[in-house]
Structures are given as C-alpha cells and as structure tokens.
C-alpha cells in the first residue's frame, strides 16, 4: 500500500498535490510518504510480534535524518555499514543498543567509534577483521559483541551485482570454515559471542532462498550449540523484494511465517535489517520535462534528472515505473527518458510508453525510496536534488537542495596555481 494517488487527474502524495511542492522546491526532488513509510516499517516488524525481534532498518536504503528518526520512534533499530552512518543513526536519536554494524571494511577508526557508542554487535565478515576488532577492543578496554557474517553459499536469484551469499562474493565468512571462526572468537580475549549472521541479496522476489539459507545457519547453530558456543541472536538480514512492475514478492507475513516455521525451537532474538520493502515504495523522484527530440530512430524526452539522480537504470537496467503528475488522455509515445548528463548509460527508462510528453510537463519516477538519493552523486557537478517528507496534508524538505556553493565548499586551490602566468594558445593573435 502506497500513498501515491490521482485525485482528479492529479498526482497526490497523501493529501498534498506533488506538483504544489515541484513548483515550490523545485525539480529534480524526492518526495517521501510519512504515512507509507510507517505503514511499510509496522508491517514488517509486526509480522514477527510473537517472536523476540528486533528490526534494523538498512540505514544504506535510504539514509536521510528524518527517515530515521521516524523509524527509531516506531521501535526500529538501524543495520549501518560505516562510521558515517554509525553518526547519521545516533544523530537521528536511535540508541546505541539497536545498532548493528555490517560490512567488509571496516577501518580502525570506524571499530572505534562504534565500540565508544557501545553498540549492540557488530556482524564480521572476515577472520582478520575479528582479529582488528578483537585488538581494537583490547585498546579501548572493552568487550567487542560480535556475530560473524556467515556466507552460506545460496543463489538468490536476483540481479549478480546485489546477490551476496554466494561463495564467489567477497560477504562474510564461507558457511564451511563457520565452526572453526567461531572457536577461534571464543579464544579471544576482548570478544563477546553474541550472535550469528547473514544477508544472502537484495530485491529477493522468492521466499526458497531465504529458506534454503536458514537449513544450513539452523544446522550451524545446532553445530555451535555442541561445541558450547550459545547463540542468543540470529540476524537474518534484509533482501526482501518489492513491485517495481510485475514482480510478485512475498508479503512481509508469508516470508515471516515461512521464517518463523523453519526456526521452531532455536531460542534465538531475531534481527531482521530490511531497507527497500520499508522506503522503496514509499518515495518517488519528481522531474521536469526539459525538451524532446525526435530523431529518425528514437524519441528522446530530456528530464532534469539524471543518473546522478538515481542511477539504479544506469547501473542495474533496473526499471522503475514512470508516470505523469498530471494525467491526460494524450496518445502514448514510446520514449527514452534521459537526463542531461553526458554518457549514453544516463537515461531513467528505455522504450518506454508515455502520454507525449511535453517541455515543462512533470514526471513521477516511482518506487525511488530505496538506493535513490542515498547513491546520487555530484557527476557532471550537478547538486544533489532536495528531498520532501509529505505528512498529511503538510509537507517539509528533509534535505534542502544542493547550490552551486556545496558543490565546491571543500575544495582549495593551491597556492602554486594562483600565481598569474602566461596564458598559453589563447586569442587570435
Ligand atoms: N543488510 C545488509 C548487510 C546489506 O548489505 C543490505 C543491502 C541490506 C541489509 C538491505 O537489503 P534490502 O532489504 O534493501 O534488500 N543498490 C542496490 C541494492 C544494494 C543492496 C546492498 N545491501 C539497488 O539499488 O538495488
């Protein structure tokens, strides 16, 4: 269920029109649905309310400071894969104590900062991060929590670039050496064992994979369980898929009551790290129509936004659905929408129906709550767009857009260079 809805022809997001805040904050922009954003957070977590849970929102889904702030105050805690989002979730008020810390690189300075917040554990992905963790902790005269990353080697099925638990990915530790990485942490002298982990892809449209993983985490635990190794979490990540156009995911209850069936009897806290079935559907990118231009084999619509804006077509060929913020009953075109950047890989759809679209005329790029603004970039130096949290009929940017100032505020000009020299091959004479 979205809040994304025509009203007399009129795209709305909640109770305010989308082309009211594109002609106040200007294009490009994202626009969040507060009520969306909350429904989707509640309906996953509820899912699992007769389990011992937690949920860590995927802070790399979408990472901005109300987003999270929201979500801390549902009960939410926050899966975070660097220092940066470490400060952006304890900046958005979200206790230490509901953090869990993944990734495969995580430098020194970054372990220390999560062990001073004393977080809730951190996932492993490699026996010398152990060790780094292990020394760090020493240190800072604390006890590292841990979990290690195990990679079970499971095909996902989903596109290659986000499939994770497979044996040829660079994630966690490879299910086979899991028993002897855990014996090795329990020699560790400023390690703590709390949990067990893995994260086998995202945009997972099938609820086997998951599955099929939990089979071999299951016979692991049992394994530790021998061994006197006890488990009191079990992460089993994020990954769960949504509708960008035809896919039929499983819903947040099916994929929990598959889940919670196939753990019967492990006496293990579940944490859970979902980020694209909580933002994906809750957020849009709003674009204005700069020209089109036909040529003899391709109608182009130029947009002002661009792959810097959202890059998942560019780098995925993923596709998103667009449609026009104010609906007519013009004839459909078939159209490349792309934006001005300077690379052919810049479009947000390809051969794509449109009603004909016009110069000035606003498009809707839906489903761009989850890995939009937060993989946008500056290329070609374009500022970064604004991001909008419509809550009933109110709306607030989130994040003001970017200037021309941003773009070059930490930037320096050595002396060297501002020296005035001769300019070679310049003028006409
Ligand atoms: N936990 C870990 C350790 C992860 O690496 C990820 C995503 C998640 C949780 C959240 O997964 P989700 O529930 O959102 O599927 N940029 C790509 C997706 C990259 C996913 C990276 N890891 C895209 O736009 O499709």
Redesign the pocket.
Known sequence: MHHFQYKDDELYCEDVPIRAIAEEVGTPCYIYSCATLGHHFTVFDSAFKDVSHLTCY?V??NSNLAVLKLFGSLGGGM?I?SGGELYRARTAGIPAERIVY?GVGKTVQEIDYALRENILMFNIESLEELDAIDKRAGVNGVKARIALRINPDIDPNT?PY?S?GMKKNKFGISIDNALSAYQKARRLKNIEIMGVDC?IG??LTEVAPFIDALKRIRVLIERLGQAGIEICYLDL????GIVYDHEAPPQPHEYAESILKELEGVPCTLIF?????IVGNAGILVTKVLYTKRTPSKNFVIADAAMNDLV?PSL?G?YHFIQPVKRSEKATEIVDLVGPICESSDFLAKDRGLPQPAGGEYLAVMSAG??GFS?SSNYNSRPRAAEVMVSGGRYFVVRKRESWDDLVRLENIPEFLSVGGPLHGQGCG
């Open positions: 995927s790399k889904a899966d894969v993944s596109h986000i994770t994260h995202s945009q990540g994020g990954g769960l790290e979902p980020g694209r079935v998942r995925y993923s989850a890995y993989m």
